[in-house]
């Protein structure tokens, strides 16, 4: 019989091989070897095994969901890296010799270990912090001063301050799949067929509080668990003087700065997929649809096209979850935000000048209350199949109760 360590061991083995499969191409290969496209195939094919494996061999745990994503996260990454940027070790001390960087690797010696070590590093830095690739809107340690980096001291600080305040978060709006009062809720969700139809599950304020409160400790645990996860990994590796603190910047911006769609995806939540959405995004709407990256129109479904891939590997990383394909309402909710954005643009276009009106308090006021009450509404799409998966496997899922003690509802 297999120990538990060995149902893990191919899995990820597998995981790991699409990491040092990328580097190694991106260390050893020149920018434009055809090698570096048959390596792009390569990771595909490790991925596809990789979720097949997750599927049959650990159908019955929780923790092959955020594998899942990470692992087509990781081939995302590779496309850029291998196909699309073509990224090179030759371009980044090109570049650092321009700016003249002080953290850099034209400080140190050009030999072979440091280009695998590089090329390793940027398999995993998917916002492409200090290279030339780097994201557009990487959030700066202080908004008033951009050169502000703290000390080392000082960032470890904050983030084992931000760390404890992400568990207590998580602590207070995760429940007991087996809490007395939990069935009673769970009972209350919309129903598949009218999920999107607040006006006939939210006849019944009971209903409509039950899911409002669902969808609000979602969103607390989501980013309870990214700044938690992050924090960590951030504490490890400048603890452990593997990286400074200039190179791990924070993972967003403030939510106060979510006071429109676009700004909610594009700044106020993490930025670890913008970078890897965006550039296999462009490469679809210029090379396939045919779209001039310059056209004003390239934007529309650059945006949809980004979206949907997110929604893809997010259904993937459903599925580890144990939700059937059928259920998951991943690409849907992510779909959704496109539509959001889109509506946005035309709402902004056709209302400029009214809106310049507007004092910028209540504008920002508007939008609050705008984000607030789309996401109400799309979130169970992806939520609800969520909930009833863990609810049904007995794993703590988010509290309707909220931070407070359960109670009839």
């Known amino acids: 019989m297999a120990t538990g360590l060995d149902v893990w061991l191919i899995p990820i083995t597998q995981w790991g091989c699409v990491q040092l499969v990328t580097a190694l191409a991106v260390a050893l290969t020149p920018s434009q070897s055809a090698l570096r496209s048959a390596a792009a195939v390569i990771v595909v094919a490790l991925a596809y095994s990789f979720q097949c494996r997750i599927n049959e061999a650990l159908s019955d745990t929780r923790a092959g969901g955020p594998l899942v994503a990470m692992c087509w996260v990781n081939v995302l990454n590779a496309m850029d890296l291998l196909v699309w940027r073509r990224i090179a070790y030759e371009d980044q001390i090109q570049w650092e010799q321009n700016t003249h960087l002080p953290h850099s690797t034209t400080n140190r010696p050009r030999t072979v270990s440091n280009r695998h070590l590089w090329s390793f590093a940027i398999a995993f830095n998917y916002r492409r912090i200090n290279t030339p690739w780097q994201i557009a809107k990487l959030p700066r340690f202080d908004e008033s001063n951009p050169r502000y980096v703290p000390t080392r001291g000082k960032f470890l600080l904050v983030c084992v301050m931000k760390l404890c305040v992400a568990v207590v978060f998580l602590s207070l709006f995760i429940i007991d799949a ?30 409509a509080i039950i899911q409002m409160c669902f969808v609000i400790s979602f969103g607390v645990v989501c980013r309870a668990t990214i700044v938690a996860g992050y924090n960590l990994m951030a504490i490890v590796a400048v603890a452990g003087r593997i990286y400074d603190p200039v190179e791990w910047p924070p993972i967003a911006s403030s939510l106060t700065e979510a006071y429109s769609l676009r700004r909610l995806w594009g700044t106020a939540w ?38 949907v891939l997110s929604g ?22 992510f779909f959704l935000q ?3 954005i889109l ?31 789309f996401l109400l509404w799309v979130s169970p799409v992806w939520l609800n199949p969520m909930l009833l998966a863990l609810f049904r496997d007995g794993t703590p899922l988010f509290s309707p109760f909220l931070m407070f003690k359960s109670r009839p509802i």
């Open 338 to 340: 496109a539509v959001g």
């Open 270 to 307: 993490h930025q670890t997929l913008r970078e890897l959405l965006t550039s296999n995004a462009d490469v679809i709407t210029s090379s396939l649809l045919r779209i001039p990256r310059d056209s004003k129109w390239a934007r529309y479904p650059r945006v949809v096209i980004a979206f």
């Open 343 to 373: 509506v946005e643009n035309a709402f902004q276009s056709v209302f400029r000048d009214h809106v310049k009106k507007v004092s910028p308090i209540m504008q920002r006021v508007a939008g609050y209350i705008w984000v607030c009450a």
């Open 312 to 333: 893809l590997f997010h259904t993937g990383m459903d599925v580890a979850f144990g939700i059937s394909l059928d259920d998951s309402g991943a690409l849907r909710f």
């Open 178 to 207: 087996n809490d007395p009062y939990l069935p009673g809720a769970i009972g209350g969700l919309a129903h598949r067929d009218s999920v999107l139809l607040p006006w006939v599950y939210a006849a019944s304020t009971r209903r």
